[in-house]
């Protein structure tokens, strides 16, 4: 096998990995009003930082266009025909004053278009983000964490080019490509026609080329995304790749990537870069013209030798800002390709919607019911089939069953971050959907098995379910859960600082501040989702000691396989395959002798034997 063929298969296997990605290049045309809605994010500043920025692009360009017409048409002649030495020092004080002039405005254009193009950068990034946090989870469940970092940070950073320096180039290049035709007319009409002449064989050849750069820049969006999933993966399952030394296979595969990034890369720039070379071949030919024509049109009286010399400064300030705009064109393609991204993300509408007129809970008695529901994460396997159940308010109840029996899926939408298929989730009587999302989850906590803690100090990742809850709240709260002893020994105690996923925690201790945060939010509603898996039986003991208190007067929804933490549940659901097998309390379930019982019995059996 080749060389060749050995890459292109590597490649396969490595894009077959990232099936599932939705970032695939995305065929749109390039429109000036996808431009336009990305040059709205520069309204807030079109009274304020903008006009000082048109200001200094306006002073600079005026001083550009009119120097060399009135060194050239004005001063050389008029210091040749009429020798006069003290106007040549008129004219260099004048000249001087214009372009300090020129300076001052340069100054004000790239002060102020830096800050606008920062500002505008915050805002959007800062839009983003917010929008996304809204999003529903199965718009998280369909996309990996990496390819939502690489819209926020390196889809949105690619376009600070085109806000601090694009935008007003563009318009400053334009005004000077019109100004300088509109003078070199004014010059000598038949010779502006003659230079003017290959612009048209311009046009069409850098048209042709739009599409391929366009493609090529989409293609370094979707690599870069690539990596950066695979770098999330990589972190977060580093103690999995050394557990099972994967290292090597991760570094090929990583290396893989990194090579179809640079690939990207080159392919992108190599195309980006014919643009400028011919730019300055047409700049070559426009000369020789010039030259030839010219000189022709001299010796023929038509034309003066300031004339001409004003012209080639013209000519020679015309290729220039052609050139530039080429440098913008591909601003404006890396700028569409990332934007495309960004509205994508922008346009994503949630799959779990809010009403505009939905009521905001006050008090709920927690009264909760499934009224033949049916949920499914995909078209072809249903989680849930025709559930009712009716959870009364203050009461304890345990969902059972083997994996993927639906459990998961039944507090995720009493949450409400699923709707269901078919069927009504109630509270209180009320259809969620006709309830505000956030007074709704106001009145619902979830303890998961696998507790996340954030970057910060012990007290901030409890104060997180109550953020404006005091330090003795906050305290007391810990204190209830059991949490408080082993916090106290910690170095600077509630003080102490954890980095993310609070790696110097043990899981039992992750696990007793995510009882502690549930605790100091109140809910009305405690959903438990195996919050007692991690924990050893000593703790265990504790914590039962806590939730009892803590369940007291809520509703409380607990998710566990070792069934000695439900016993004492007002129901037990036993769920599977999405349908509900049996129902009642512990004793009852024990007396029916059904799934419930053999499910004691072989925990039973397992902890004898072991």
């Known amino acids: 096998m080749s060389d060749k063929q050995t890459t292109a298969k590597d490649e396969s296997r490595t894009l077959k990995r990232f099936h599932y990605s939705t970032d695939q290049a995305i065929e749109k045309p390039f429109n000036w009003m996808q431009m336009l809605r990305l040059f709205s994010f520069m309204k807030p500043y079109t009274r304020t930082i903008l006009p000082l920025a048109i200001l200094g692009m306006i002073l600079s360009t005026t001083v550009r266009l009119f120097a060399p017409i009135l060194i050239g048409s004005y001063a050389l002649d ?101 100004g300088i035709v509109i003078l070199l007319f004014i010059i000598n009409p038949p010779l502006t026609v003659a230079i003017l002449i290959i612009l048209p ?56 990537m990194n090579e179809m990034n640079f690939e990207s890369w080159r392919n992108a720039t190599q195309k980006s870069a014919m643009f400028r070379p011919f730019v300055e071949l047409s700049g070559a030919i426009g000369t ?107 009461q304890t109840v345990a969902l059972v069953g083997h994996t993927g029996s639906g459990k998961t899926t039944i507090v995720n939408l009493i949450s409400r971050f699923y709707d269901p298929t078919k069927g009504r989730v109630l509270l209180d009587g009320h259809d969620l959907r006709d309830i505000g999302l956030d007074s709704l989850r106001e009145k619902v906590s979830i303890v998961l098995q696998d507790t996340f803690i954030f970057s910060g100090t012990i007290l901030d990742n409890i104060r997180f379910g109550r953020p404006d809850a005091t330090d003795e709240e906050v305290k007391k709260a810990a204190y209830t859960v059991g949490a408080d002893g082993f916090i106290q020994q910690l170095p600077n105690g509630y003080e102490t600082e954890v980095e993310e996923r609070g790696n ?84 009852e379930l024990m007396d029916q002798k059904g799934e419930y019982y053999e499910l004691v019995k072989s925990q039973f059996n397992a902890l004898n034997t072991g």
């Open 78 to 178: 008029h210091i040749i025909e009429n020798q006069d030495p003290n106007f040549l020092w008129i004219m260099v004080g004048v000249i001087a004053f214009m372009y300090v002039i020129a300076y001052i405005g340069n100054s004000l254009r790239i002060k102020y278009m830096n800050k606008l193009g920062q500002l505008v950068i915050f805002d959007m990034r800062k839009k983003l983000f917010n929008h996304i946090q809204r999003l529903s989870h199965r718009f998280f469940d369909q996309r990996s964490a990496g390819s939502i970092l690489v819209r926020i940070t390196n889809d949105i950073n690619s376009l600070q080019d085109l806000f601090t320096n694009g935008v007003i180039n563009l318009l400053m290049d334009l005004i000077m490509l019109i």
């Open 504 to 587: 110097i925690l043990s899981v039992g201790e992750r696990q007793l501040i995510s009882f502690a945060r549930a605790l100091l939010a109140d809910p009305q509603i405690l959903i438990l989702d195996e919050a007692t898996a991690a924990i050893d039986t000593e703790t265990e003991q504790v914590i039962q000691a806590a939730l009892r208190k803590l369940l007291k007067g809520r509703t409380a929804i607990m998710i566990a396989h070792r069934l000695s933490t439900i016993r004492e549940a007002d129901q037990i659901f036993v769920l599977e395959q999405g349908n509900i097998l049996e129902q009642g309390n512990h004793d």
């Open 288 to 394: 020789a013209i010039l030259l030839w024509f010219g000189v022709v049109l001299i010796q023929a009286g038509s034309l003066t030798i300031g004339e001409f010399f004003a012209f080639s400064l013209y000519i020679g300030m015309f290729w220039e800002p052609i050139s530039r705009l080429g440098q913008v064109y591909n601003q404006l393609l890396v700028g569409m390709a990332s934007s495309e991204r960004i509205f994508e993300f922008l346009d994503e509408q949630p799959s779990v919607p809010e009403k505009a007129n939905a009521m905001q809970l006050k008090e709920v008695t927690g009264h909760i019911q499934f009224d033949h529901v049916e949920f499914a994460y995909d078209a072809d396997r249903k989680a849930l089939k025709d559930i009712t159940l009716d959870i009364k308010g203050g």
């Open 201 to 256: 064989i311009m046009f069409l050849i850098s048209t042709r080329l739009r599409r391929n750069i366009r493609r090529s820049w989409q293609d370094v969006r979707i690599k870069q995304s690539m990596i950066n999933s695979h770098l999330n993966e990589s972190i977060q399952g580093i103690r999995v790749t050394q557990s099972y030394t994967q290292e090597n296979e991760n570094i090929g595969f990583f290396n893989r």
